[in-house]
């Protein structure tokens, strides 16, 4: 089945500096690949998501790279706000409707 | 536009009993899956239900097993509980018919103790 590996586990930036943060999925089939950020005690929101037929996706102070041959997508997150503190997940979806979450990365934004 | 909800939010049990969780989709929203998260092993899936059928399974026992009803809600149940089933568990609806993806909507999660 699908693998997605999620690098780093944490992460810590100076408020305004860049973040970003890698995945990398292990079937070729997979074609859908979004990114949850999940605040203290809630569960996990949809911010962003890009579908293999495309190579980059942009909203506002984020961004997902995709590269289909290398198999990793990445999510950019410029001038960061102490809000942006959170866990981040990157996810791929198999042909087979299934969506595979990577492990995480904790984010904290330092004022 | 009530979002998802899941009961209970917290709940302790003891080694050997077992448990049910519920969750209330979206309105409209005819997908519900369920996730297990524990701090060491990120999210995993655990089942998807669609319109009262099991679509999709992950590699969990036999001990977790879930339905859908008529409505759209879902329960899910663990059997003979495992000190490693603490969790916290997680339920996502989504709009999700016939289309490979959808945003998932998840609900702020069942957090499950075993003693």
């Known amino acids: 089945g699908e693998n997605v590996e999620q690098h780093p586990s944490t992460l810590s930036v100076q408020e305004g500096d860049s973040a970003v943060i890698k995945c990398t999925y292990s079937?070729?089939?997979?074609?859908?690949f979004p990114w949850y950020k999940q605040e203290l005690g809630k569960g996990p929101q949809l911010i962003i998501d890009?579908?293999?037929?495309?190579g980059e996706k942009k909203d506002q102070r984020i961004a997902v790279t995709l590269n289909k041959t290398a198999k990793h997508f990445s999510l950019h997150i410029t001038e960061t706000q102490p809000e942006d503190s959170a866990v981040y997940f990157c996810?791929?979806?198999?042909?087979?409707?299934?969506?595979?979450f990577g492990g995480g990365t904790r984010v904290l934004v330092k004022p | 536009k009530a979002g998802v909800t899941q009961t209970p939010r917290y709940l302790i049990k003891t080694r050997g009993q077992q448990v049910t969780l519920s969750c209330s989709p979206i309105?409209?929203?005819?997908?519900v899956s369920w996730y297990q998260q524990t701090p060491g092993q990120g999210l995993q899936f655990l089942f998807e239900?669609?319109?009262?059928?099991?679509?999709n399974k992950g590699n969990f026992p036999g001990r977790f097993s879930g339905r859908q009803f008529s409505n759209s809600r879902s329960e899910m149940n663990v059997s003979t509980l495992e000190l490693g089933d603490s969790a916290l568990y997680l339920c996502?609806?989504?709009?999700?018919?016939?289309?490979?993806?959808?945003?998932?909507?998840f609900g702020e999660g069942s957090r499950l103790t075993v003693l």
């Open positions: 996502a609806s989504s709009w999700r018919g016939d289309a490979n993806t959808g945003e998932l909507f």
């Open positions: 079937d070729s089939a997979s074609n859908y």
């Open positions: 890009i579908r293999s037929n495309v």
């Open positions: 996810a791929a979806q198999t042909a087979g409707n299934k969506l595979t």
């Open positions: 309105s409209g929203h005819r997908s």
């Open positions: 239900y669609f319109s009262e059928t099991q679509r």
